[in-house]
């Protein structure tokens, strides 16, 4: 800045640094998928953006329009707060969707919105479910089963990537999210409360989420024992029919059902893991349906031979 005034110079640095950041921020909500959304990434982005607009418009008003004594001094006080802003900001996403960050370089960013505010914890069952080996998923190559695919599908992020950008085209994006949360919550529950469901030890309790698939938002509200919160959060979530944020294609009697267990107002955790355990087997029909056709697409296939070729 050997041309400039000291005084221009900061002005010129906190400008171009405003409108950088904004421009990130902007390019970000533009770039993500749709369907992050579903967990409100868009609109914490949307509250960034309104912030770097004010930002950038103080900054004009201040170096270009107002004139007055103060002004310098209110120049060097934005530029402290535009500064300690920026870091907390970064060590935010750092610590609350840190893949975010890192999620352009390892293809994982439908999953940045699970992450939940002052969590670094990942769910996963224990490793005796895990299916080991390089196993393919092509009829052709080694039958199996519909759910021993989707458990495969779940299990591997390459697989669980594609398989959301391919329920994203089809507008049922939904079946694999809730399947997620649902199944999330009830394997906390269970476990924690030692609830006894036959259909859970006997199916879904062996179903593994990828490694890189952290808890969710919801599921991490509260303590352990809000259980009745969290539950009527996913209701109104997923299973309150039109009034859904995102309305599931379930039942019409296993969502009457949903209502009636909510309207009680003493309603049982045996009385939400029997309910919910019948919605997440009519998920994972629906995700199962889905999924047959996903195996057809060129976009599988290529993730299918990479991931033999890698050994992973």
């Known amino acids: 800045f050997g041309l400039l005034s000291k005084t221009l110079a900061i002005q010129l640095t906190q400008g171009i640094g405003n409108v950088v950041m904004f421009a990130i921020g902007l390019y970000c909500w533009t770039q993500s998928p749709r369907f992050l959304d579903m967990f409100a990434l868009r609109r914490e982005l949307r509250y960034l953006g309104t912030i770097g607009i004010c930002s950038v418009v103080i900054w004009i008003i201040l170096t270009i329009v107002a004139e007055t004594k103060g002004r310098v001094l209110l120049l060097r006080f934005l530029i402290t707060t535009d500064y300690v802003v920026t870091i907390l900001f970064v060590q935010y996403l750092h610590t609350h969707y840190v893949l975010v960050l890192c999620g352009f370089d390892y293809g994982l960013l439908p999953w940045a919105v699970f992450y939940a505010p002052c969590s ?124 859904s944020v995102y309305e599931l294609n379930i039942s019409g009697s296993l969502r009457r059902q949903c209502l009636q267990i909510v309207e009680k107002p003493d309603f049982t955790l045996e009385d939400v893991v029997a309910l919910l355990v019948s919605v997440l087997q009519s998920v994972v029909y629906l995700l199962i349906d889905s999924l047959t056709r996903f195996r057809q697409t060129p976009e599988y296939h290529n993730a299918e031979h990479l991931i033999i070729e890698k050994g992973l």
């Open 120 to 243: 670094k914890k990942k769910y996963g069952p224990s490793g005796e479910h895990k299916i080991s080996g390089v196993r393919s998923l092509s009829a052709g190559v080694e039958p199996i089963t519909s759910e021993t695919a989707l458990r495969m599908v779940l299990q591997k992020s390459e697989y669980l990537t594609l398989f959301a950008q391919f329920l994203e085209k089809e507008y049922s994006l939904e079946n694999l999210l809730a399947f997620v949360e649902l199944h999330q919550f009830l394997g906390e529950m269970i476990s924690e409360y030692q609830v006894l469901n036959e259909s859970w030890n006997e199916t879904f309790r062996s179903y593994v989420l990828c490694e890189e698939m952290p808890l969710s938002y919801i599921n991490q509200q509260g303590q352990k024992d809000e259980w009745g919160t969290k539950f009527k959060m996913l209701h109104d979530k997923y299973l309150n029919g039109y009034n």
